[in-house]
């Protein structure tokens, strides 16, 4: 058995992922160390919290000897780190805690890493020959697009604010261990992810929710903010995929081909619940109001995914309006 460490499982993508995998790989043990700070939830795993090959320790990424201990208990051969703290308003009132986690966290885990299972810089110990460290990273980090024109891997890195600044510091903490200390490491930066299990607070699940609330649906600006989305399970397959055949050292950016912008969204959320859940009279689309606009707003996002493609053999079984049903048929379970 190999045991790899998953940080941030009890949240959104790492939920997902943690029982994907776990199904996919019978020769694996998965460790996930997760804060549990407000968009971790224990129960987005309970389907899993009794598996034989799953281990869940509660502790925090920024704590070195938490870390230590559990490289040494259970032998880590191997890093999947999607721990950080995301949220772009909350990066914005408080920045502080982004640095601290998203850079220094990621510092120090990776830090652990190199000193257990190298000898020296260039040099695994013979135990540790296959071990890799991959980070889970996002297209914020490459800035904004005009109307035109794909992030791709060489795309320089722009980041505009506090949480995609603290993203891209830790992208390039890992990139220098690679070339500093030969360490095996591979980073996928994804774009804007969507499905179940997303914490409330996020676009698509806020639609929802205050569509079955009777509450007014906030659209920032003037909605027209364009995001690439991305079906969680989609980017699932896609680390699966860069974490086990993906060349070390190697970037990859995950898309799902999916542009749209927020008054889409808004109004195909709303279109489909007025089937799958209508409403005594009129639209759920009467609730969309607009409000100002988040600070430093990104006007558009698009991901290049031609190289893990051609590369690695990957694509997405989902477009948009094939994932935002399933999306709305979980929330529905989860709101009714």
């Known amino acids: 058995m190999k045991n790899i460490l998953i940080t941030g499982g009890a949240g959104f993508i790492g939920s ?105 810089p260039f040099q695994y110990k013979s135990d540790f020959t296959n071990c890799r460290f991959h980070h889970v990273s996002t297209d914020e980090v490459y800035g904004t697009l005009g109307e035109t024109g794909l992030f791709t891997e060489e795309t320089p890195y722009a980041p505009n604010s506090p949480y995609s600044a603290s993203k891209a510091g830790s992208d390039m903490i890992v990139r220098s261990y690679h070339h500093t200390y030969g360490m095996n490491t591979v980073i996928t930066n994804c774009s804007n992810n969507y499905g179940p299990k997303q914490h409330d607070e996020k676009l698509i699940p806020t639609v929802i929710r205050k569509a079955l609330n009777g509450e007014n649906i906030p659209i920032y600006g003037d909605g027209k903010n364009i995001r690439d989305w991305l079906y969680v399970l989609d980017h699932c397959t896609g680390i699966e995929l860069a974490y086990k055949n993906g060349k070390s050292g190697e970037v990859y950016n995950i898309g799902g081909k999916n542009e749209r912008n927020n008054n889409y969204i808004a109004k195909t959320i709303c279109e489909l619940l007025d089937v799958l859940n209508p409403k005594d009279s009129g639209s759920y689309n009467e609730q969309i109001i607009f409000v100002e606009d988040r600070a430093g707003h990104d006007r558009r996002y698009a991901i290049d995914a031609s190289k893990i493609e051609k590369e690695l053999g990957w694509n997405a079984d989902e477009n948009f309006e094939t994932g935002i049903k399933k999306t709305i048929e979980w929330y529905l379970k989860k709101y009714n």
């Open 16 to 120: 997902n992922f943690v029982p994907y995998f776990l199904k996919n790989n019978p020769d694996v043990n998965l460790i996930n160390l997760d804060l549990l700070t407000y968009a971790g939830d224990l129960a987005n795993l309970d389907e899993i919290k009794n598996h034989d090959r799953y281990t869940f320790i509660k502790g925090d990424i920024r704590d070195r000897k938490v870390v230590e201990h559990i490289f040494d208990e259970h032998n880590i051969e191997g890093v999947i780190h999607f721990a950080a703290e995301s949220h772009v308003d909350n990066s914005i009132k408080n920045p502080g805690v982004f640095i601290e986690t998203n850079v220094n966290g990621t510092f120090i885990l990776i830090d652990v890493a190199f000193k257990k299972w190298m000898d020296k």
